[in-house]
């Protein structure tokens, strides 16, 4: 009997031992966490959780639960680490390296920080410890119904006002954004202002997608991806974090000079950039969008 549990216990061994000969071929280590990406045998992807952690995630949004905010309880670290794990595979938090992951959710969280602030230069923590302190819009101004949308016309007495991280604006957008998510924003809008993890979702979304055919994403933009052509540089359009504000706001933002609500977005990033531990240092070039041309002109509103 002992004889047979040794052999057996060998068997064993060596069973194992060809499996990891087999995933170490060529050098390459098992992935045993994230995913296997594509383009290499075996690749170990580090995902958000790895360099970004909850008590990370309170300090970037120090005042979020502050009794003066108008979405106090509603934002959490769970919602945005469930909304992010469905767009790591394609690079979302993952590319390039450790440095340009915490970058880039940086950079994202910088743009969602600014967004939903209602910080200013005297409150408790100062103006940049105020981001996610709306889920929506308090005042809205109209019902940013565009009537001639044949493709996402409005449902009948339903508000098209920002809601959301990175907030969407106008019937159309939510009929964008729903279809890419797969959520009937359309109908339902105020899904964004119900659901945080839906609301980052949305956001992440937008980030990671081309607007238009031949645009790049704000993701491929900031990691490097994108490469700007004759035009692009004849616009003084280049990769880095000025162009992804020029891809999420256009000229509500871009090409207007040197603004106060330029300066905000940028003053988040580099902000969370230095919790995260990276350091201001490491921002990148290209950081504003004072002088670009926008790529998509539009007169209908800030975030549309």
């Known amino acids: 009997m002992g004889m047979v ?86 690079g979302f938090g993952t590319t390039g390296g450790r440095e340009m992951s915490m970058k880039e959710v940086a950079a994202f969280l910088g743009h969602v920080g600014a967004k939903t602030s209602c910080g200013y230069s005297l409150a408790t923590g100062g103006s940049l410890a105020w981001g996610l302190c709306y889920n929506h ?20 007495g339903v508000g098209y006002y920002g809601r959301g991280a990175l907030p969407v604006y106008w019937n159309y957008n939510y009929g964008i954004v729903g279809k890419g998510i797969k959520q009937d924003l359309l109908n339902h809008p105020e899904l964004l202002e119900q659901n945080a993890t839906l609301a980052f979702e949305a956001a992440i979304w937008r980030w990671m997608t081309p607007m238009k055919r031949k645009q790049p994403s704000a993701h491929d933009a900031f990691v490097g991806n994108w490469k700007p052509t004759k035009k692009d540089t004849l616009s003084k359009r280049y990769p880095g974090f000025g162009v992804t504000m020029n891809i999420l706001y256009g000229d509500a933002i871009c090409g207007k000079g040197t603004t106060e609500s330029m300066n905000a977005i940028i003053s988040h990033y580099q902000h969370y950039l230095d919790l995260m531990g990276v350091g201001v240092q490491h921002s990148g070039d290209n950081l504003d969008c004072a002088d670009q041309v926008p790529f998509n002109p539009s007169s209908k509103s800030p975030d549309s």
């Open 137 to 156: 819009e308090m005042s809205p101004s109209q019902s940013y119904c565009d009537d001639s949308n044949e493709l996402y016309r409005c449902a009948e």
């Open 5 to 90: 549990r040794a052999a057996s216990f060998l068997l064993l061994v060596a069973l194992l031992a060809a499996a990891d000969a087999r995933r170490q071929k060529g050098g390459e280590t098992a992935c045993d966490k994230g995913w296997e990406c594509s383009g290499s045998r075996f690749c170990c992807n580090e995902t958000i959780t790895d360099y970004f952690k909850a008590y990370q995630f309170e300090e970037l949004f120090a005042q979020r639960n502050n009794s003066l905010a108008h979405a106090a309880g509603f934002w959490n670290y769970q919602a945005f680490i469930t909304a992010a794990s469905l767009f790591e595979p394609r």
